[in-house]
Every structure is written in structure tokens, then in C-alpha cells.
């Protein structure tokens, strides 16, 4: 006899003598009684749906507002605030020369400045195979924030990668010469 797994589509061959399986022997699901749920939609007409949209979208962006606390300025209505607030955002991340992605929500992010590290600020690690620790301060970095979640990042200034990357470079060729 013959029994097709409703979960995979495998065709199971059973003994007549020992019965059909329980189980499917490939995908180990019930083979018994198929379980099945029955979902009904109602699709509501294009008109409603556009509507129930804008108004769910609305309802959102006023609970953003009011969790950023900018509800009830009469000056300005909300919604005005947040699109200003955007449009703002987005003209500083589209003038800016140094570009990050935010590593929570990979929103672009807006560049806030510059930070310099000093020795006061920074322990340097040093690995076991160098003479003299591979960052050394001060050093500047590049500090960012998100426009979406406020989310804080920071990168190294490119005059401090080029060092970075000189002194890693150094390190590497002395440990050769050291081998050879």
C-alpha cells in the first residue's frame, strides 16, 4: 500500500501486515489526522483599504509625536513637526562627505562632528607580537548619530586610518624580518 505525506508529498510504502506509519519516516510529522486551519478574509474595497492605511498611518505618527513629546503645540501641528524633523535629517545626510549605517536599524546616519581621543581617554591593547601598542593616542574619530533610533556610532578619522594602517603595515614587515 501506498501514502503520501501531506507535510512533504513523500510517497510512503507501507507493509500490509504491519500497518501504515505514524510518522512520516522523511519530514517525522504526524501522519494521522491531516490538521488543517481554515482562514477567512475579508477583503475590504480599495476605498476602505486606502483609508484604514491612512488612518493606521496617522495613528502612528501621532504616537511617535506624542512619545517624542511634541504633541499639543499649538504653534505647529505635530505631524508638521516630525516632516520638518525628517526633511532635516535627510538634507544633513545627504550633505555630508563621511557616511555610516546605523548597526541597529541601517538607517543612514547623520555626522554629528568630530571627537579627539587622548591618552587620559584610551588604553591602548597591545598583542604579544609587537613592540609597541598598534593605536596610540590622540586619535579623532568621526561621531554619528541615528535620525530613526538615536543610536550612537563612531569611526576612526581618515588621517588616523592612514597611521592605522601604516603601523599595522610596520609591524608586519618587522616580524618577517625578525623570522627570517
Known amino acids: 500500500m501506498k501514502q503520501v505525506c501531506p507535510w512533504c508529498e513523500t510517497e510512503i510504502v507501507w507493509d500490509e501486515e504491519t500497518g501504515p506509519d505514524e510518522v512520516c519516516p522523511n519530514c517525522l510529522n ?57 526633511q532635516a535629517a535627510e538634507r544633513l545626510i545627504n550633505s555630508q562627505t563621511e557616511m555610516a549605517d546605523c548597526p541597529n536599524c541601517r538607517q543612514m546616519m547623520i555626522h554629528i562632528g568630530e571627537q579627539t581621543v587622548d591618552r587620559s581617554h584610551f588604553d591602548p591593547i597591545m598583542p604579544d607580537w609587537m613592540d609597541e601598542p598598534f593605536m596610540q593616542a590622540p586619535f579623532r574619530v568621526h561621531a554619528f548619530v541615528c535620525p530613526v533610533c538615536f543610536q550612537m556610532s563612531w569611526s576612526l578619522a581618515d588621517s588616523d586610518r592612514a597611521a592605522l594602517i601604516e603601523r599595522l603595515r610596520e609591524a608586519i614587515e618587522a616580524g618577517q624580518e625578525d623570522n627570517d
Open 30 to 86: 504526524e501522519l494521522g489526522d491531516y490538521r488543517t486551519v481554515e482562514v477567512t478574509l475579508d477583503v475590504p474595497d480599495s476605498e476602505e483599504a486606502e483609508e484604514a492605511s491612512r488612518s493606521r498611518d496617522k495613528e502612528n505618527r501621532n504616537a511617535a509625536l506624542q512619545w517624542y513629546g511634541w504633541e499639543g503645540d499649538e504653534e505647529m501641528k505635530p505631524q508638521r513637526k516630525m516632516e520638518r524633523y525628517e
